[in-house]
């Protein structure tokens, strides 16, 4: 996979992301996070997208909005594994 630290284009690019990392040869930690362990990172990364916000700061407000898009996506991921697997 090409590392060039941009975000995705795409909501697929993003689900295509996430799935290498919780994929069985993805990253460790990735692989173990559930939907309670990734709570606290997406209610940081939203405090951090709204913080910007207020300030009028735009190119922070959307680098943080990505990050946030990313969490939530994590975390519905974490679920569809959990619900898939019952």
Not at 16 to 25: C, F, Q, S, V
Not at 75 to 82: A, G, I, Q, V
């Amino acid at each position: 996979m090409k590392q060039d630290n941009q975000p995705p284009s795409t909501f697929a690019g993003l689900r295509r992301i996430i799935a290498i990392l919780r994929g069985p040869d993805g990253c460790p930690w990735d692989r173990v996070q559930t939907h309670q362990s990734l709570a606290p990172y997406l209610l940081e990364e939203t405090h951090e997208t709204l913080e910007p916000s207020i300030l009028e700061i735009q190119e922070s407000c959307a680098k943080n909005s990505v990050t946030c898009c990313s969490r939530y996506s994590f975390r519905c991921s974490s679920l569809k594994k959990r619900v898939t697997s019952v």
